[in-house]
C-alpha cells in the first residue's frame, strides 16, 4: 500500500506520458531537477508511492499515474552532486484527464501545492486532493 503520493510535472516535448509508458516495467530515470524544494521532496519518496504524471507546458494537466521504483540516488546530469534523481515506471492513465484550469475552478483545491505553488515541479499531495483527483479522472 501506498504511503505517499506526489505529482511530478514535465514538459510533454521532453518526456511525454507515451514515453514513459514504453518505458515499461522497468521504468525511467526522473532526473534533471534543479529546485531544492522539489529535490527535498524526491528524497523523500519511497518505494510504492504514487504520482501523479502532469504535463506542463501547453498542456497543463494530469495525465497519468506513475509509481516510485527505486528511491533516490545520484543525479548523474548534475555536476554539482547535489540533486537527485528516482526511477518511476507508469501505472495507469487517467480515464479522463485533470486539467489544472478544473482543479483551480474548484474551491476545495485552494491550498493545494499545484495551486499556490505554480512553478514547483515535484510536490506532496494530501491524500484528500489524491482521492478528489482520482475521481475527477475516473480512476
Given at each position: 500500500?501506498?504511503?505517499?503520493?506526489?505529482?511530478?510535472?514535465?514538459?510533454?516535448?521532453?518526456?511525454?506520458?507515451?514515453?514513459?509508458?514504453?518505458?515499461?516495467?522497468?521504468?525511467?530515470e526522473w532526473n534533471g531537477v534543479?529546485?531544492?524544494?522539489?529535490?527535498?521532496?524526491?528524497?523523500?519518496?519511497?518505494?510504492?508511492?504514487?504520482?501523479?504524471?502532469?504535463?506542463?507546458?501547453?498542456?497543463?494537466?494530469?495525465?497519468?499515474i506513475v509509481e516510485i521504483k527505486?528511491?533516490?540516488?545520484?543525479?548523474?546530469?548534475?555536476?554539482?552532486?547535489?540533486?537527485?534523481?528516482?526511477?518511476?515506471?507508469?501505472?495507469?492513465?487517467?480515464?479522463?484527464?485533470?486539467?489544472?484550469?478544473?482543479?483551480?475552478?474548484n474551491k476545495d483545491f485552494r491550498?493545494?501545492?499545484?495551486?499556490?505553488?505554480?512553478?514547483?515541479?515535484?510536490?506532496?499531495?494530501?491524500?484528500?486532493?489524491?482521492?478528489?483527483?482520482?475521481?475527477?479522472?475516473?480512476?
Amino acid at each position: 500500500m501506498s504511503k505517499s503520493f506526489w505529482l511530478l510535472k514535465t514538459e510533454p516535448e521532453e518526456w511525454s506520458w507515451e514515453q514513459q509508458v514504453n518505458c515499461s516495467d522497468k521504468g525511467a530515470e526522473w532526473n534533471g531537477v534543479r529546485n531544492f524544494q522539489a529535490a527535498k521532496n524526491l528524497r523523500n519518496m519511497k518505494i510504492g508511492d504514487k504520482c501523479f504524471f502532469y504535463h506542463t507546458g501547453k498542456a497543463k494537466r494530469i495525465v497519468g499515474i506513475v509509481e516510485i521504483k527505486k528511491e533516490a540516488f545520484l543525479d548523474k546530469s548534475d555536476k554539482t552532486k547535489k540533486f537527485v534523481s528516482i526511477v518511476v515506471k507508469a501505472a495507469y492513465p487517467l480515464k479522463k484527464e485533470v486539467s489544472l484550469q478544473e482543479i483551480k475552478k474548484n474551491k476545495d483545491f485552494r491550498d493545494f501545492a499545484l495551486v499556490k505553488q505554480s512553478r514547483l515541479s515535484v510536490m506532496k499531495v494530501d491524500l484528500k486532493y489524491w482521492k478528489k483527483i482520482c475521481k475527477m479522472g475516473k480512476v
